[in-house]
């Protein structure tokens, strides 16, 4: 088989690489002062590839990055990013530059005595305390968050809607004029019933099932999320959002989206973005590509995992009551 | 009992043996076995995932069923990802690194004869080995290998019906595991018996050496945590093939309603993370031990802190117990939890910086010798530094959110895991390779095993933060079915190619490992002038370790460079000299 000549192939070039390295071979087993010298020219030379690796990642990737939060509640989302990134930058900088340095600057020398020190509670309380308080401070303002972007108790007027996850689709409902769902269970799937809506309760007929989800803007979504088969998850990476689909129980996400597909389409970053990916789709004979947002299954369900596709479009708010007023309800759906 | 004279043979010296130093080189070469399947395999979906439509011969060659004219059935393509990572984290990283390492160190450097129990050792190990099997042998079942993710939840884990690894592969993922939990509770067991009451006389617990500590500590996590994933399992058991429904509710697959109800798959995840947290630290722990009984003899000077350190090895000990909650900030968990296991969190930040800083201050006016197994212990310095601070993004639960199950979780965890710890473990083998085989490895080749590793592993990992950060979501077989990560690709083509590179460099590694085994130099007694015990014993293995009586300790583990003495480093044997403070 060739599976074998590949083992084979590899075994050989191990031999070759043994060999050449017999040849090579000086006596000692140990680092030399020598070898002291070049491994530590090597750490300073390693540390600038680093920091060029570091600084040409941002540089190169930034583009591909997500731009700014397309929901409200995600604008803290982005500054308590930020936030972290520059301290967590700051620290990466300054301990990676002390330990490649370190490394340059005290490579063995014969008859060189290393220092004998062994403790300072002074500086093991400096840095412990240190990391603690900033801690604390990231700590303080990530729960404000959390909160912030949990709880939709406070929401005027929302507008509920299920996201229906299975393999390997999304389905999406509509609270309807009443904002209540009606209740469901894939136990009453049956035929164009698709999501289990239980059509003896009162709140389900109205409900409006679709398969493209339409937001408006400006107005709190909270999004009631059911799985029917095994554990997806709703990631809506635009909206700073992700909640699990888990089968047997409703779990829930809410944001106020903030900027319509077309304000997004008009964004400065994604206009970049979108023309370094046309760029590639033209070499690839590809059609254009004009952004929208994303609904993408991010909890892996199976061999489709990475093909669950649901359009999201962002309207204004007059737009978005036209458009569902012209969607059929469960009632109509099943006349 | 170095006096006796029991017969050996070739079965009772190399296969079914109890000695802790014979067991170790089982672990470590069960485990490098294990390791190199597992790059293989990571090589095999990086190719799918950097050439989503290209045919690949090395694909159709190993694939068999599992591959259509070179390229990867997703199916596949999740089953190669769940088994590398079962194999990495668990065969690799685990047993690989803790069971040759504290079986090889423990009862030398306490000064002991051999484990507490040499019988239940040889069977931790062979168990072990059983596991190992019956894991490669699930790669073999026609439906193919478990491929829920080495996280396998439900119901996904528990439906044949909902992926054809979920069936008989599944089975027997489950029967290695539970094998592989038994081993290492055997194992570990044995380590924290030995370490409490094996010490010889002068050891006391503050005159160990930081390899000890940590070996110890994380024995300890483990027979805490390693129980919960044996319930896990066996809940999962009970649900795949005797119809309860702990994790099952409600699921309509295939066209038919299943008869499960009132089970949650949140069970399973607080189960499984209740391990699976404490597993990692597990991982990196005795890598960090290592490293600092690496860096404080080649660096000629005592380990900056010792006594912070064993803190704060408690301290992440402790606290990791705590934490699992952060794998599930978005599991649909009520939020008050994705509090609490954020600030949990975020403490565990605090100890870890505690040790970086330690080992940045040890390195400081050293007087650096630069061996392969030094070259490796900086390193792993630099990546726990990388990989921990993205630690701090992910921790926080409000930024989770957006971060979660990408590829800024995997460039996360491999930082800390599969770079930090893997070095830890290079590392391990390139200092102890004298006393595991009498022998040394070539430094030049591992001057190139170290310093290509380093280019390629950063090279891999660095880049796949920004592809998570731009939303990709992992185990996806492809991204070509959104044009939106259409510009990820060239980072993925990035990121593969440092991926063979740092595979092929490998090769230098297991050449100069293997062959060394019977050409290497012969080794002196204490090739690297160290101070710890187990550089007492004679190169050549005899059981019970010292000839003649144990030796009695009169130091700690860390008088390098100490002002008052000639030599560089002073032994643990060494008496203290009139009027000579112990540190």
């Known amino acids: 088989m060739t599976a074998i000549l590949y083992v084979l192939l590899a075994i050989v070039v191990a031999i070759c690489v043994w060999q050449v390295a017999s040849i090579l071979n000086l006596k000692s087993a140990i680092a030399t002062e020598k070898d002291n010298n070049t491994q530590g020219i090597l750490f300073a030379v390693f540390g600038i590839f680093f920091y060029a690796l570091m600084i040409f990642s941002f540089v190169k990737y930034s583009v591909i990055l997500l731009p700014e939060s397309a929901s409200v509640e995600g604008e803290n989302y982005d500054l308590l990013y930020l936030i972290t990134m520059v301290l967590i930058l700051f620290v990466q900088t300054v301990t990676q530059f002390l330990l490649f340095y370190f490394s340059f600057k005290y490579r063995g020398i014969k008859g060189r005595k290393a220092l004998f020190y062994a403790d300072s509670h002074k500086l093991e309380m400096i840095w412990t305390v240190i990391p603690a308080i900033t801690l604390a401070g990231l700590v303080l303002f990530g729960l404000y968050v959390w909160n912030d972007v949990m709880d939709a108790s406070d929401a005027e007027n929302p507008l509920i809607v299920e996201v229906y996850a299975k393999q390997f689709n999304w389905e999406a409902r509509y609270a309807g004029d009443d904002n209540e769902l009606g209740f469901a269970n894939v136990r009453n799937i049956k035929g164009i019933n698709t999501m289990g809506v239980d059509l003896s309760d009162k709140n389900a007929l109205d409900d409006v099932p679709v398969r493209e989800l339409h937001l408006p803007k400006g107005r709190k979504v909270i999004f009631k999320f059911r799985s029917q088969d095994v554990m997806h998850s709703a990631y809506m990476p635009h909206f700073r959002a992700q909640m699990n689909c888990v089968p047997g129980m409703v779990t829930q996400f809410a944001f106020t989206p903030k900027y319509t597909t077309e304000e997004m389409r008009a964004n400065s970053a994604t206009i970049e973005k979108v023309a370094g990916i046309n760029k590639i789709r033209a070499e690839k004979g590809e059609d254009p590509y004009e952004f929208d947002y994303l609904l993408l299954c991010n909890k892996i369900c199976g061999a489709s995992h990475y093909n669950m596709q649901m359009k999201i479009i962002v309207e204004e708010e007059a737009d978005f009551n036209a458009w569902i007023k012209s969607q059929k309800t469960i009632a109509q759906v099943l006349q | 009992m170095s006096n006796h004279h029991h017969k050996e043979t070739f079965i009772t010296k190399y296969i079914f043996s109890q000695d802790h130093k014979m067991i170790s080189k089982q672990y470590l070469v069960t485990g490098v076995f294990m390791g190199i399947i597992g790059v293989f395999m990571s090589i095999l979906f990086r190719l799918q995932i950097a050439w989503p439509d290209h045919s690949f011969s090395i694909i159709e060659a190993f694939l068999g069923r599992h591959q259509d004219g070179g390229v990867m059935t997703p199916d596949m393509y999740l089953a190669l990802v769940t088994i590398h990572g079962t194999i990495m984290v668990f065969f690799v990283l685990t047993a690989g690194l803790s069971g040759t390492f504290s079986n090889l160190l423990i009862p030398l450097q306490i000064g002991a004869r051999d484990m507490a129990s040499g019988f239940l050792n040889m069977i931790s190990y062979w168990l072990f080995f059983i596991s190992s099997i019956v894991m490669l042998i699930s790669l073999f079942v026609e439906a193919g290998p478990a491929s829920a993710g080495w996280t ?126 404490p597993e990692v630290y597990i991982v990196l722990l005795p890598a960090l031990g290592i490293t600092s009984e690496i860096i404080s003899t080649n660096s000629r000077k005592p380990i900056f802190g010792y006594r912070a350190m064993i803190g704060s090895i408690i301290a992440i000990a402790f606290l990791s117990t705590i934490v699992w909650g952060h794998h599930m900030f978005v599991s649909g968990m009520n939020p008050f939890l994705g509090s609490v296991f954020t600030f949990t969190t975020l403490l565990i930040a605090i100890p870890s910086a505690v040790k970086s800083f330690n080992y940045l201050t040890t390195l400081w006016k050293g007087n650096l010798q630069m061996n392969p197994a030094m070259l490796f212990s900086i390193g792993l310095v630099s990546t726990f530094i990388s990989g921990g601070l993205t630690g701090l993004v992910l921790g926080d639960s409000a930024l989770d959110i957006n971060v979660h199950d990408t590829y800024f979780v995997v460039a996360h965890f491999h930082l800390v895991m599969g770079v930090s710890a893997i070095y830890g473990m290079f590392a391990g083998v390139y200092h102890w390779f004298p006393k595991l085989y009498g022998r040394m490895m070539n430094k030049t080749l591992g001057y190139w095993h170290f310093w290509i590793t380093a280019v390629a592993a950063y090279g891999v990992f660095f880049p796949m933060h920004f592809v998570g950060l731009a939303g990709l979501p992992r185990r996806y077989y492809a991204n070509t079915a959104f044009p939106i990560f259409d510009d990820v690709a060239d980072v993925n083509i990035v990121i593969t190619m440092f991926a063979i590179l740092g595979g092929a460099a490998q090769i230098i590694f297991l050449s100069n490992f293997f062959i060394s085994i019977y050409k290497g130099k012969k080794a002196t007694q204490n090739p690297w002038k160290s101070n710890t015990l187990e550089w007492t014993t004679p190169v050549e293995h005899i059981h019970g370790n010292w000839p003649g009586e144990i030796p009695q300790v009169h130091r700690w583990a860390y008088d390098y460079s100490k002002p008052g003495h000639k030599e560089d480093f002073v032994s643990q044997l060494t008496p203290l000299m009139d009027g000579e403070e112990e540190s």
């Open chain 2, 152 to 277: 396998i939840y439900p119901p996904l884990s528990a439906l044949p019906q909902a992926m054809p690894g979920s069936g008989l592969g599944m089975t027997l993922w489950l029967v290695s595991m539970a094998i592989f939990v038994a081993s290492s509770l055997l194992g570990s067991l044995n380590y924290i018996v030995t370490v409490l009451n094996l010490r010889t006389v002068g050891m006391k617990m503050t005159r160990l050496p930081l390899t000890i500590w940590a070996f110890f500590i994380t024995a300890i996590i483990g027979v805490v945590s390693f129980p919960v994933l044996l319930s896990a399992a066996l809940l999962l058991i009970f649900d795949r093939s005797f119809g309860t429904s702990f994790y099952l509710s409600d699921i309509f697959i295939q066209g038919e309603v299943l008869h499960y109800q009132g089970g949650s798959p949140v069970l399973f995840e607080h189960l499984f993370w209740f391990l699976g947290h």
